[in-house]
């Protein structure tokens, strides 16, 4: 039962990094690519859509991560397990410090009623996002190693 539960701790924080380095890496360069105000409104929708999902998806992660470190404390990968999980919190409160303060604006946001300095808060969101991604990485990879 516990096996079963690390593979699928490591597949829903896997799946997790993978989304948001999507969004780092991918979507975020779309969106800056495209004309007028499509990239903008795109944010915006994103914004909505994944700041809906996301905060479950990095609360069940971190529950998922807490008991596997509960119910292996006695296996020898419980350090890298226990370091990931501290990760995964340190990941939550940088989304709800950092992230989810422009995100809430930026969602609301329309050509017509965005502030003037709307670019500068989207580099900054991306900026504490990819340090985000650096630190569910990081977790993941603990998680990985706890595995063998």
């Known amino acids: 039962m516990l096996n079963a539960l690390e593979v699928f701790t490591v597949v829903v924080v896997g799946v997790m990094v993978g989304v948001e380095f999507s969004v780092a890496f991918v979507i975020n360069r779309i969106l800056n690519a495209l004309p007028e105000d499509s990239g903008q409104l795109g ?11 996301m905060p479950v998806w990095y609360i069940t992660s971190l529950v998922l991560v807490a008991v596997w470190a509960v ?5 020898p990968g419980a350090g890298l397990v226990d370091t990931a999980g501290a990760l995964l919190i340190v ?7 950092l992230l989810v303060p422009i995100n809430n604006r930026g969602k609301t946001w329309t050509p017509e009623n965005r502030p003037a300095d709307w670019k500068e808060q989207m580099n900054r969101w991306e900026r504490y996002h990819y340090v985000r991604v650096a630190v569910i990485i990081a977790a993941f990879a603990l998680l990985a190693a706890a595995l063998a």
């Open 43 to 53: 944010r915006s929708h994103g914004g909505r859509m994944l700041g809906a999902v």
């Open 91 to 97: 990941s939550v409160a940088m989304s709800l410090l």
């Open 71 to 75: 119910a292996g404390r006695h296996l």
